[in-house]
Each structure stands twice: as C-alpha cells, then as structure tokens.
C-alpha cells in the first residue's frame, strides 16, 4: 500500500472545530487501535481508514456505542483509484450520528486481487442497496451480502462502467 501505514497525528485544533470528532477518534483509537490505519482532516471533515477485516466491528460499535450513536449510514460507494494505484479501490462508508449531529467517513481499501469487503448489510440493512449498486458499477464484491447482484446495469452488460478501464465505446 503505497499510502498506508501509521496513523499520523491530528492535530487537535483542527479535531476541536469539528462537532464529535475528537471524542469519535479517542473512543475509535481506544478500541480499535490496530484496526485505524489513517485519520485525516480536510476541509472540516475526518475521514477513517479501517483495516478491511474490521470494518462490520468498527461500524457496529460506531452505531451501538451511546457517546456516539451513528445510527444512519447516508450512503456507500467504492472509488477506482486507478490502474496505477496500489490498493485500486476504496469503499467510503458516510456515518450520520442522528441524536448527536456528529459526521465520520470510513474508507477500506481493497487490492483488484481480492475485490471483496464484509457486508455491513448487517449493521445498517440500507447497504444492502449500496453494496449492490457498488458491486455493479464497480465490481467490489461484498462477503456475505443476502442478494448480490446488479441492480443497475443491464444483465448482459460485462463489466463495471464506473472502473477506470471500462471502455467508453464499442459495445
């Protein structure tokens, strides 16, 4: 992983200006230190990498957990970094604290070797829909999801039109 690596320090004015976010990433690092691979905080928004295999443990605390309550995920997609990039693909999970007003984004990379994520299907039924429409127009595969498969693209279409590699002409 070429941008991987050791969570780097935040600092905490920046955490300061944002509603929840400290209390968020204290609660997160004293939980799952080994599983945030990255905090970053840009434009007033912070943004969480977790380790793949964590994810559905991340998300269910983030939900259940009563200082934080993130009980709405607003939306799922996945981003094809490009050819070049190492991991390809990330899955952006964005968190919605009803009750506290408090915003966190999750990302999970994920190598094109093994496109696959477990399915927070589980944590929040509303990606069941994300997952589908990800996995459609992506390709990124959710382990476990009850009812995968397309829901946007036509049957007979081969391939993900949102991948950097599809082609734009010729079928």
């Known amino acids: 992983m070429s941008d991987a690596g050791a969570t780097p320090a935040v600092s905490p004015d920046e955490l300061a200006l944002i509603k929840g976010a400290a209390d968020t990433l204290t609660q997160l690092r004293r939980r799952f230190q080994d599983a945030i691979e990255q905090v970053i905080v840009h434009n007033g928004e912070v943004t969480v990498y977790v380790a793949r295999a964590a994810i559905v443990d991340v998300a269910r605390y983030l ?7 993130f009980n709405l995920l607003s939306d799922l997609c996945g981003v094809d970094r490009g050819l070049e990039a190492d991991p390809r693909f990330e899955v952006v999970y964005h968190l919605f604290s009803i009750p506290h007003g408090y915003r966190l984004r999750l990302k999970v990379r994920v190598p094109e070797n093994d496109c696959e994520v477990p399915t927070l299907v589980g944590v929040y039924p ?14 990124i595969r959710f382990k476990n999801h009850p009812d995968l498969r397309k829901i946007l693209t036509p049957d007979d279409l ?4 949102l991948r950097k590699d599809f082609p734009l002409q010729g079928y």
């Open 63 to 69: 939900r259940d957990e009563p200082k934080l309550l």
């Open 126 to 139: 509303t990606a069941e829909f994300h997952e589908r429409e990800t996995f459609d127009l992506m390709g």
């Open 158 to 161: 081969e391939g993900h039109p």
